[in-house]
């Protein structure tokens, strides 16, 4: 019998946490899985894919896994189409909550490598989900290198102490996040342009 849904995300939180140095092959890899996913996935759910996190922006030391936003126009159609699409292609998918355990929800896809590591993170929202406004935090961090290297060194610092503790982690991160965030919408609504991708 196959594990439970709260054993598999008992396992995923365990996982293993490990901060490496930037990989300047890390927007290639994003540019591979957005065209098999451009491939694979029916055109008419799927809008724009965006590479996002720690991995799209040069020099900042990062978890080794590409995070991918993808824009999907029904996420009903999501689960049910697209979900056993990339399931059967080996991916692990999860409906997941975009903050803590409260809805919205959201399709959440893990792919690993063949030693089982991680290697993406896709997640498919809809076009009004809160979490475009990653992309603010993305663009400024790639505007100012001396804030990512603050959010290196908050990653690093943390990942230390909750190793293999993803939720802590990741909830430890949130205030500075969500502070870096409001100041790059803030930035950017001032008619301050984004970095070129």
């Given at each position: 019998?196959?594990?439970?849904?709260?054993?598999?995300?008992?396992?995923?939180?365990?996982?293993?946490?490990?901060?490496?140095?930037?990989?300047?092959?890390?927007?290639?890899?994003?540019?591979?899985?957005?065209?098999?996913?451009?491939?694979?996935?029916?055109?008419?759910?799927?809008?724009?894919?965006e590479h996002?996190?720690?991995?799209?922006?040069?020099?900042?030391?990062?978890?080794?896994?590409?995070?991918?936003?993808?824009?999907?126009?029904?996420?009903?159609?999501?689960?049910?189409?697209?979900?056993?699409?990339?399931?059967?292609?080996g991916y692990?998918?999860?409906?997941?909550?975009?903050?803590?355990?409260?809805?919205?929800?959201?399709?959440?896809?893990?792919?690993?490598?063949?030693?089982?590591?991680?290697?993406?993170?896709?997640?498919?929202?809809?076009?009004?989900?809160?979490?475009?406004?990653?992309?603010?935090?993305?663009?400024?961090?790639?505007?100012?290198?001396d804030e990512?290297?603050?959010?290196?060194?908050?990653?690093?610092?943390?990942?230390?102490?909750?190793?293999?503790?993803?939720?802590?982690?990741?909830?430890?991160?949130?205030?500075?996040?969500?502070?870096?965030?409001?100041?790059?919408?803030?930035?950017?609504?001032?008619?301050?342009?984004?970095?070129?991708?």
């Amino acid at each position: 019998m196959g594990k439970s849904l709260q054993e598999r995300i008992e396992e995923l939180v365990r996982e293993e946490i490990s901060i490496v140095l930037y990989d300047p092959h890390w927007p290639a890899l994003f540019e591979q899985e957005s065209s098999f996913l451009r491939r694979k996935l029916l055109e008419q759910l799927v809008r724009r894919i965006e590479h996002f996190g720690s991995t799209a922006v040069p020099g900042l030391a990062a978890k080794p896994v590409i995070d991918i936003l993808v824009e999907v126009t029904d996420l009903e159609e999501t689960k049910k189409i697209i979900a056993p699409l990339l399931e059967a292609e080996g991916y692990e998918y999860f409906w997941r909550p975009s903050v803590g355990d409260q809805p919205p929800y959201y399709a959440w896809f893990i792919k690993r490598n063949a030693d089982g590591k991680r290697t993406h993170h896709i997640h498919m929202v809809e076009a009004n989900s809160a979490l475009w406004d990653m992309l603010y935090f993305r663009d400024y961090l790639r505007l100012f290198p001396d804030e990512a290297h603050r959010y290196e060194q908050l990653k690093r610092s943390l990942s230390e102490l909750y190793s293999h503790d993803r939720a802590t982690y990741t909830n430890e991160k949130t205030q500075y996040i969500t502070s870096i965030t409001k100041k790059a919408e803030e930035y950017f609504a001032k008619g301050n342009s984004p970095p070129v991708s």
